[in-house]
């Protein structure tokens, strides 16, 4: 069974940095690329960028490079996302999430972790 | 960039309602959009994928259609488990851009 798992509940202060794991299991992340899409609250999602764990070949929206950093160990199945200069704006819910296996970064979101949530506050 | 227009914003209906939601896309996605379940507090639930496949083990009631610019999303008989936030994305374009949800609330 394919299972994403997330680091738990951050609290940071503007100006600091963060890295958010998703460590899965090992048939979610043979083959297959993982993204990560952000949830500010109350709103709608947002991809923020994906990795190919196997050779962390990496993607990223335009809205979001430069200012995320996308990882991968593929010895431990686990992706990060790494979020630098944290902002009152970075405040929200971190998912990752399986693009169904193929031979493209472009494709649908199969499985999904439970939600790093992230508050940014002084 | 891409722009995924859904309608309506919200949608207030009752159990055993027929439901229908509209993605449009500013430009064309061919098959390649999928369709998106999140109820609160929990992470979004694949439903539809290439426009119209039903993702295993998603109810039948759930049903997807359209091509090029205009996909719906349709709800047979709505279910209590049903009311939540639906989301359209495409997986056409670098930006993998998602609609901005349509929520269906208890009429």
């Known amino acids: 069974e394919v299972q994403l798992v997330q680091s738990g509940a951050e609290v940071k202060k503007p100006g600091e940095s963060l890295k958010i794991s998703c460590e899965g299991s090992?048939?979610?992340?043979?083959?297959?690329?993982i993204g990560w899409v952000r949830q500010m609250s109350g709103k709608g999602l947002a991809w923020m960028g994906s990795?190919?764990?196997?050779?962390?070949?990496?993607r990223y929206s335009m809205s979001f490079e430069g200012q995320v950093t996308i990882s991968a160990d593929a010895s431990s199945n686990t992706v990060y996302l790494h979020l630098n200069n944290l902002k009152a704006s970075d405040a929200a819910i971190y998912y990752c999430?399986?693009?169904?296996?193929?031979?493209?970064?472009?494709?649908?979101?199969?499985?999904w972790g439970q939600g790093t949530l992230v508050t940014v506050s002084s | 960039d891409i722009q995924l227009t859904q309608s309506p914003s919200t949608l207030s209906a009752s159990v055993g309602d027929r439901v229908t939601i509209t993605c449009r896309a500013s430009?064309?996605?061919?098959?390649?959009l999928a369709w998106y379940q999140q109820r609160p507090g929990k992470a979004p639930k694949l439903l539809i994928y290439?426009?119209?496949r039903l993702e295993s083990g998603v109810p039948s009631r759930f049903s997807g259609s359209g091509s090029g610019t205009e996909f719906t999303l349709t709800i047979s008989s709505l279910q209590p488990d049903d009311f939540a936030i639906y989301y359209c994305?495409?997986?056409?374009?670098?930006?993998?851009?998602f609609g901005q949800g349509t929520k269906v609330e208890i009429k």
């Open positions: 994305q495409e997986y056409n374009t670098l930006s993998q851009t």
């Open positions: 999430a399986r693009l169904a296996p193929g031979s493209s970064s472009l494709h649908y979101f199969d499985y």
């Open positions: 090992r048939d979610a992340f043979n083959t297959a690329w």
């Open positions: 290439d426009a119209s």
């Open positions: 430009q064309s996605l061919s098959r390649w």
């Open positions: 990795i190919y764990p196997g050779d962390s070949d990496t």
